[in-house]
């Protein structure tokens, strides 16, 4: 598959954040991005190193523990020998373990991890893949809801605006922002290397372009961040740096100067909203006799009064666009922004208008401000779920540490089932999951860990049995979305590197094992699967009368253009347009600024209306700095932190750290110097950068830099590579939503002295 070819002779495939073409160059894998993507992602070449590293795993290991003495509890994981084995041995293993505590425990003892991005493919989706098996071949699991990036919004949205992703992808447009946009607040900004990605793939990177023209045009942007380059220097954008956290006092002190001054639009508060009067009473003082204006929201946020006032005044009478950053949320009280927001876009009148009013999270993936595909694109279908039981998927360390207790969800009182075996599959909870050290104490509490990894991630290294799976270019896939207009026939670009098996040879051999084998692959091969899905497009292609190749003539061209839908607004642009026709899929059919089903849930960490609560993580003497634990620009997540843009991004093999020059001379710490980043859950070593585009009193750390313990048998081992979750607090952001709060926390940092310790994060266990 890999001998020499033509560079010339690439082969087309995609990825979460481009569709690019690649080939061999003798033993070189070169990589092309799409010709027609305007601003392609550097992440694309991370693959040429990470293809044949030796952080890959060639072949089925278990843990020596749990091959010895069975399965069960043990603090061994993750310091345990690793054994080698035959691909039919741990086939045996793990269908006897599957059917054992099926049988004993029931299927609510089962929990279907799988979280992360894995593939863009349509059927090598390994949590897809998984939920399939579990469902078909058990019968169900334990599954988890929402995601790490957006756990608060995914449930506070629909109470306030309607289902999440129509409001938040199919609303305001990219292109709508370049026509029409005056304002835009960007609160928590737009970083285009967030937007480098999205789930599905990504053919045209347009966020940077449509933020220059749109400025060139005359459209302001102000970003209202800790960190100054969360929007591109095309944007032009002044910064309004804040403390990180308070950007619902600051709107609220916005709020304020436009209800006293008289600039908030009654008439649309009073057409398409229900529940100002109680927010009123409570922005001017009347319920709890702090008003609630510029001075008050200065003293919280740091920004000066006079500023704040003033961007309320400038935001008024004018198309002005609020967008919420994904970050906003990933912390305590992670509702509020998002609400707030909404709230203060329903002051200025703006909602539903083009290019107006609130998109929250435009720019923090690729799939928002994109128009909608108009046909229809297949998924790999997962079966019947007869568990159900669900978490949370923040809430993964409280479920196997405290089995059987109660906690509040969004109205409900749910109870954490006792898992005895987890199933994982294309994500890595090192890397998404805070504090690292209860992680690792929750995950020693099951009988049997199981995870499908392609590298010796630390999630593998914890695990009982690892199953070594294939990369993306190993396989053949079809990468398509809802939101990109090219669909791709995924080539397969090389072999599988030691024994690595793709996910669905590996669940179609259990399921043979469970005797569910015809269940499961319905007598498919992949390429027989990936036929069956294509048809449905073929056939939507065909209905709206369209030109719809078959199977054989898509892969042979290797994309297909598939039509989008016109640019409406979605369903807030038609409740703009007629309100009554077109009411909101909310309680009371309109924008929710109090919302009386919250309310009614009694929940003080979350009432039913935007609020100021004070957090609970603020910076003392032990911890007086704030960390941004924010997404990383030289890969996805963790995804191939060993290729060659993640690896040559860090600094002296460590995780680059930045802060402010003030803060760094405080401490003695020079640009380069190691430092170590310590709180009461944890430490990590990452390399300093000194950098005014951090506020001072902030600190920057991307995640996704592999857990690399110094000493694996200690119970808060030092991270020697910089992975920011060693410090973040595992905790929900109310009782709402219980999404992550990842996003901040506080810290120390001092100059590292020591003898630096070895950095074996993509090394393969001994």
């Known amino acids: 598959m890999n001998a020499p070819t033509d560079p010339k002779a690439l082969k087309p495939h995609s990825s979460h954040w481009g569709v690019f073409r690649a080939g061999w160059q003798g033993d070189t894998l070169v990589v092309e991005p799409h010709p027609g993507d305007p601003d392609p992602s550097p992440i694309l070449q991370n693959f ?16 020596k523990g749990w091959l010895e003495n069975g399965p069960g509890p043990s603090k061994r994981r993750g310091r345990d020998e690793l054994v080698p084995v035959s691909w039919e041995k741990a086939l045996d293993l793990l269908a006897g373990e599957l059917a054992r505590v099926r049988d004993q425990h029931g299927l609510r003892s089962i929990f279907g991890g799988s979280y992360g991005w894995s593939s863009a493919g349509r059927f090598h989706h390994a949590q897809s893949q998984v939920h399939r098996f579990l469902n078909v071949a058990l019968g169900g699991y334990v599954r988890s809801v929402n995601s790490y990036s957006a756990g608060a919004s995914n449930v506070i949205i629909p109470h306030i605006l309607g289902p999440f992703e129509p409001v938040t992808r199919h609303s305001v447009t990219w292109e709508q922002i370049v026509a029409h946009t005056e304002m835009v607040l960007a609160f928590g900004g737009m970083a285009v290397k967030n937007s480098a990605v999205a789930g599905g793939g990504v053919s045209k990177h347009i966020e940077r372009g449509s933020m220059e023209v749109a400025h060139r045009r005359g459209c302001r942007f102000v970003l209202i961040a800790p960190l100054k380059d969360d929007l591109p220097e095309e944007a032009g954008a002044e910064w309004m740096p804040l403390t990180p956290g308070t950007d619902t006092a600051l709107m609220m002190g916005m709020a304020h100067t436009l209800a006293t001054e008289g600039l908030h639009d009654q008439d649309f508060l009073n057409r398409f909203c229900v529940g100002w009067p109680e927010f009123e009473a409570y922005l001017l003082g009347r319920k709890d006799g702090v008003v609630k204006d510029a001075a008050w929201a200065s003293a919280i946020s740091g920004v000066p009064a006079a500023q704040i006032a003033q ?50 999270a435009l720019g923090a993936i690729a799939h928002y401000g994109k128009r909608k595909v108009a046909v229809a694109v297949a998924g790999l279908p997962q079966g019947r779920n007869t568990v159900r039981d669900f978490i949370p998927v923040a809430r993964i360390s409280d479920m196997l540490l405290n089995p ?22 294309g994500g890595n909870p090192f890397h998404h999951h805070q504090d690292i050290n209860r992680l690792r104490e929750a995950f020693s509490r099951v009988d049997t860990l199981v995870v499908h990894e392609t590298a010796w991630t630390a999630t593998a290294r914890h695990a009982d049995i690892i199953l070594p799976c294939t990369m993306t270019l190993e396989r053949e896939d079809i990468a398509a979305s809802t939101t990109d207009p090219l669909m791709v026939a995924m080539h397969q670009l090389a072999e599988p590197y030691g024994q690595a098996r793709d996910d669905y040879s590996i669940f179609s051999a259990l399921a043979a094992r469970l005797g569910k084998e015809e269940e499961f692959t319905e007598g498919r091969d992949a390429r027989g699967w990936l036929r069956h899905l294509y048809e449905k497009t073929q056939a939507s292609m065909a209905e709206a009368g369209l030109p719809a190749p078959d199977f054989d ?13 016109e640019d409406t607004g979605g369903i807030l642009g038609a409740f703009r347009r007629d309100p009554d026709a077109n009411p909101l899929p909310t309680p009371s059919g309109k924008v929710e600024i109090f919302s009386a089903t919250i309310d009614a849930f009694g929940y003080d960490d979350c009432p039913g209306h935007p609020t100021w609560l004070q957090p609970l993580d603020v910076p003392d003497d032990a911890a007086p700095l704030w960390i941004v634990a924010n997404q990383p620009a030289t890969r996805l997540h963790s995804q191939l932190d060993f290729g060659g843009t993640s690896a040559d991004s860090k600094r002296r093999g460590r ?10 001379a405080e401490r003695g710490i020079a640009d380069g110097d190691v430092v170590r980043l310590f709180n009461g859950r944890g430490a990590c070593l990452a390399a300093a950068a000194l950098s005014e585009a951090v506020m001072p009193g902030v600190v920057q750390l991307a995640t996704g830099a592999w857990y690399d313990p110094a000493d694996p048998e200690e119970d808060k081992p030092l991270c020697v590579h910089g992975n920011p979750n060693v410090l973040t607090r595992d905790a929900g952001t109310s009782r709402l939503a219980q999404g992550c709060t990842g996003q901040l ?18 090394e393969p266990p001994v």
Do not use: C
Request: no cysteine; charged share 20%; net charge positive.
């Open 553 to 565: 003539s898509f892969w042979q061209q290797g994309e297909l253009e598939l039509p989008v839908e």
């Open 745 to 762: 926390t506080t810290v120390q940092v001092e100059r590292f002295t020591g003898n630096l310790p070895p950095i074996r994060a993509w």
């Open 311 to 360: 961007l309320a005044r400038d935001a008024a009478g004018k198309r002005t666009l609020i967008t919420m950053a994904h970050s906003l949320q990933r912390a305590e009280h992670g509702e509020q922004p998002v609400w707030m927001g909404a709230v203060l876009a329903a002051m200025l009148g703006q909602i539903g208008l083009p290019g107006g009013g609130y998109n929250y």
């Open 404 to 425: 059987g207790a109660p906690f509040d969800y969004n109205g409900q009182t749910l109870a954490y089932p006792d898992i005895k075996l987890v199933y994982w599959a």
């Open 655 to 664: 995780e680059v750290m930045r802060m402010h020059p003030r803060d760094a």
């Open 48 to 63: 040429p190193k990470a293809l044949r590293h030796r952080a890959r795993i060639a072949q089925p290991m278990v843990r």
